[in-house]
């Protein structure tokens, strides 16, 4: 039986509907939320690791950050449905302990960092496996974000390039495990499809 093509779409509704919420809690409470943002080197700090893809500084930045979340997912989704949240889970984490302890001295909050490693993931898997399904979904992602680039760089003031950088540079390590994950599964497929066929005398 083929799987629903579009099952991104629930999953995409439930992290926007839980951002938004929180974020119009947030401005009820005067932005205070904002406190729990990742504050490097500070023990206070430690929990915007986890806290930190949840807040944002105004509207402007969540609906940025969603709409940008929303496409990258479902561009990703076709690269094997069932990682994409482990990638944004394990990038989240991993990114924001990374700011926690090489960042600037600053409130770092905001979703981009999860954002960023989507696009980086979906680059770096099409560059490490190669399939030819990888690397038009990668051409797209070029088209569509190929201004990240300087998101990476600090050249922008009040945008934390740190949750850019160190967000690409997870999606990008995990882009590289799966790839090699995947070809050696493809590998063993292949040798035991070839030893199958050798057992029943056929070249």
């Known amino acids: 039986m ?54 944002h500084a105004n509207w402007q930045h969540l609906l940025q950050n969603l709409v940008s979340f929303s496409i990258l997912v479902a561009l990703a989704w076709p690269l094997k449905s069932a990682r994409v949240p482990w990638v944004i889970v394990f990038t989240a984490l991993g990114e924001g302990l990374l700011v926690w302890l090489f960042a600037r001295e600053s409130f770092h909050i905001g979703l981009s960092g999860v954002v960023y490693g989507l696009w980086a993931y979906i680059l770096v898997f099409a560059v490490s496996f190669r399939s030819i399904k990888a690397i038009l979904i990668a051409i797209v992602v070029m088209f569509l974000y190929a201004s990240f680039i300087w998101g990476l760089l600090p050249v922008i003031p009040g945008m934390s390039f740190e ?26 497929n292949d040798l035991r499809y070839q030893t199958e066929q050798a057992l029943k005398g056929k070249p």
Do not use: E, W
């Not at 904002?34 to 930190?52: E, M, V």
């Open 163 to 188: 949750t850019h950088l160190f967000g690409a540079l997870m999606g990008g390590g995990l882009a590289r495990y799966f790839a090699k994950k995947d070809k050696q599964a493809l590998l063993k």
């Open 2 to 55: 083929t799987k629903p093509q579009f099952t991104f779409i629930p999953f995409i509704s439930f992290v926007c509907v839980t951002l938004i919420s929180i974020h119009i809690m947030n401005i009820l409470l005067a932005m205070q939320l904002n406190q729990f943002g990742i504050l490097p080197r500070h023990i206070d700090g430690l929990i915007g690791i986890i806290a930190h893809p949840f807040l």
